[in-house]
């Protein structure tokens, strides 16, 4: 890991949390390596003055190149950003997000070219064995909308999540087979669904979603697939499925 310090300046006492604010945690850049020996560009953001009550582990919409309808996700997708930025100091969480397999971001480009969410079962096993060297508690998988694929498909396999929380899922490579997997797992899983979204919308959600028992739907009105405007509801439901104890995120800087 390369140390980045403790990066990020409070709002001023009063002030309101807002897109862009960068609140203090300890951030590291990390690199991950794969079973296939790729390197893949990451970081991780640890809360300042606490241990991490649990650790949230992202994976990306579907990166340049990837074709699809969200094409340009990575590690920086506005959400994972956001998350990164705020809940270590907010919620006490742990944030590692990374490039999957030939995906760019400012923080760099991961090796590998795409594999279509099939090699990205690697990069998925790859970061949590980071989190298990690194002794990181309770990680949770958090995806969003091809994420959301890989964890379905294949976070399964791994015994080491307490869970996964799916934001704006698809299910496109990811079909019932996959659900009745987590259903006979019993992890829980949190489907995060906008209420005007491009590929599934709550009430088809709420009916794939049927066949796995522990799973909960949450809508989030008037909201469409990149959840923009929406940030600070969805990184609540995130808490909330997480760290439950937690209560409601503060919206003003104390």
Request: aromatic share 6%; net charge negative; glycine share 10%.
């Amino acid at each position: 890991m390369v140390d980045l310090g403790t990066t990020g300046v409070p709002p001023r006492p009063g002030e309101q949390v807002r897109a862009n604010t960068v609140l203090p945690a300890r951030r590291d850049a990390v690199t991950l390596t794969t079973a296939d020996g790729l390197e893949l560009v990451a970081e991780l953001a640890r809360p300042l003055d606490q241990d991490p009550r649990a650790t949230l582990v992202c994976l990306h919409p579907l990166p340049e190149g990837g074709g699809g309808g969200t094409p340009g996700g990575s590690m920086d997708s506005h959400l994972l950003r956001k998350a990164a930025r705020r809940l270590p100091a907010l919620a006490g969480l742990a944030v590692l997000r990374f490039n999957t397999r030939g995906t760019t971001s400012l923080e760099g480009t991961s090796g590998g070219t795409f594999g279509g969410g099939d090699a990205e079962r690697l990069d998925l096993a790859a970061a949590l064995d980071f989190v298990e060297c690194e002794d990181l508690p309770a990680p949770w998988l958090l995806g969003w909308s091809f994420g959301t694929e890989i964890i379905l498909r294949w976070g399964v396999e791994d015994p080491t999540p307490s869970g996964a929380v799916l934001l704006a899922p698809p299910l496109h490579s990811a079909g019932d087979a996959d659900l009745d997997r987590w259903a006979v797992d019993g992890r829980p899983l949190t489907a995060v669904v906008p209420e005007l979204d491009d590929y599934l919308r709550p009430p088809a959600a709420r009916a794939r979603f049927a066949r796995v028992p522990q799973a909960r739907v949450i809508e989030v009105e008037r909201s469409r697939h990149l959840f923009v405007g929406f940030a600070e509801t969805v990184l609540q439901a995130v808490v909330d499925a997480v760290a439950p104890d937690v209560g409601a995120l503060r919206r003003v800087w104390p």
